[in-house]
């Protein structure tokens, strides 16, 4: 596994991650009846991800993953692990952040929370309400790093603007070779001021995962053959810029296996330019 450093937290992150999210039906069915289909099969791929060195999860309150992630870590070195969740768009009041917090750090088992994100903005909630809140958590130990989710750039300079002292780390968007909005003013802004885009659908929500234009010819050019389309879409996100870090969802260990051994896949600059020339978006 590589790693690379988190923007300015000094935390090296494997440059791919986990993410958590599995879908709507079965976040409905976790939230009416307490159900949580394949959990030991999610446990286990999980499991299989930490065993490959990747240490960086990520969840969300919505997602009712957090408490498989807990299953997963538990035994693992607490600071060697980057444990990412999210707070809901309706609970962006100052209480409720802080409620929502310390109610996601008892579900994962854990004293503190590497990266809180705000997982959509709000507009019924001033953005300075929020931001006090987090930085109360950050002041008080709970949470390690700020993050956003799903802001433009405008709502992301204003919730900048809102901190007083502490800086946004990340924010997550959707991002892969099919879904590129991310580079028109995002991404330039977050290189500018190193701060992490994590790409969520990084798969293009298993689009990728099957041969895609471009894909045969850059394994010509590949001495080894061996990389299957999704590492090939996992490598064009971490190879374009230090930055971006995908977190595919994989909900099995050989998936999980497949997605971590794509660190490995380093694309050259001919190899990007290759994809390049196809738009896939
Ligand atoms: N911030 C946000 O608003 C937001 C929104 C959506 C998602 N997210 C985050 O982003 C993560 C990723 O999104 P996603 O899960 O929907 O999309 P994705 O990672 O682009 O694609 C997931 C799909 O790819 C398949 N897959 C993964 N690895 C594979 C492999 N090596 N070979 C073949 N198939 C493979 C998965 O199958 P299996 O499950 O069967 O392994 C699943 O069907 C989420 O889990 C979540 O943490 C964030």
Known sequence: MRYKEFAKTGFKCSLVGMGTFYDALWIAQAMIFGLQRGKDRKLDALKAGLEAGVNFIDTAEIYRSESIVAGAIKGSKRDELFVATKVFQ??????????????????????????????????????????GAMEKLLNDGLIRAIGISNFSLKQMQEAEAALKKAEISSTQMNYSLVHRGVEKDILPHCQKENIAVIAYFPLGHGKLVREFVGYAEVMKSVEDKKWTPSQVALSWLFSRSEVIFPIPRASTRNHVQLDAQAADLQLTPDQMQILERYNLA
């Open 90 to 131: 309706w609970h962006l009041h100052e209480d409720a952040v802080i409620k929502s917090c310390k109610r996601s750090l008892l579900k994962l088992g854990t004293p503190y929370i590497d990266l809180y994100q705000i997982h959509m903005p709000n507009s019924r909630v001033p953005i300075g309400e929020t931001m």
